[in-house]
T-cell receptor, first 108, second 113 residues
Framework: QKEVEQNSGPLSVPEGAIASLNCTYS??????FFWYRQYSGKSPELIMF????GDKEDGRFTAQLNKASQYVSLLIRDSQPSDSATYLC????????FGTGTSLTVIP | DAGITQSPRHKVTETGTPVTLRCHQT?????MYWYRQDPGHGLRLIHY???????DKGEVSDGYSVSRSKTEDFLLTLESATSSQTSVYFC????????????FGPGTRLTVL
């Protein structure tokens, strides 16, 4: 079993819609959770991080964490074509583990 | 952009040859990391450093060694490159071990023939 699991997609949503990206992790002792965006051929860049159960909002992005279910998600509201990228979930327990990423395409 | 550079950016080498990749930062971050990224596997941690001369193994450390003699430089060495080490290698830095974001370098594409 992988430490961090993501649906690889591809996920396609129309422009203006909400994109929902999901991630599960296996280490119940994990402490911090990150979402990165990676454009093709580029390096990952941070979108959000979350430490506590519940929701954290930053502009069009909302991260949701449920430690009991070992589940973290990212919602992108009012999706734009520029949001088309691969989204990586990262989890820190005793070291960083990344999921394989979910490819998102926003259709104009 | 965080001040992280990687060199070389591209390298083609032959099986059995030694290879050293360099990561250089100008941000004075304590932690530095080496990852490899492969299709179907995502980013996997190879080694990391939490200070000068302080390093530890990550998820996929076999066949790799690292050194950090200065805060700003973190070297990754493949003692005898194999085709399975063909990958894109990313360096990352962070202030703390797991409670701050990591800033990633531009990556090095390594091909082992």
């Amino acid at each position: 079993q992988k430490e961090v699991e993501q649906n690889s997609g591809p996920l396609s949503v129309p422009e203006g819609a909400i994109a929902s990206l999901n991630c599960t992790y296996s280490d119940r002792g994990s402490q911090s959770f990150f979402w990165y965006r990676q454009y093709s051929g580029k390096s990952p860049e941070l979108i959000m991080f979350i430490y506590s159960n519940g929701d954290k909002e930053d502009g069009r992005f909302t991260a949701q964490l449920n430690k009991a279910s070992q589940y973290v998600s990212l919602l992108i509201r009012d999706s734009q074509p520029s949001d088309s990228a691969t989204y990586l979930c990262a989890v820190y327990g005793n070291q960083f583990y990344f999921g394989t990423g979910t490819s998102l395409t926003v259709i104009p | 952009d965080a001040g992280i550079t990687q060199s070389p950016r591209h390298k083609v080498t032959e099986t059995g040859t030694p290879v050293t990749l360099r990561c250089h930062q100008t941000e004075n971050h304590r932690y530095m990391y080496w990852y490899r990224q492969d299709p179907g596997h995502g980013l996997r941690l190879i080694h990391y450093s939490y200070g000068v001369k302080d390093t530890d193994k990550g998820e996929v450390s076999d066949g790799y060694s690292v050194s950090r003699s200065k805060t700003e430089d973190f070297l990754l060495t493949l003692e005898s490159a194999t085709s399975s080490q063909t990958s894109v290698y990313f360096c990352a830095i962070s202030w703390t071990g797991g409670y701050n974001e990591q800033f990633f370098g531009p990556g090095t594409r390594l091909t082992v023939l």
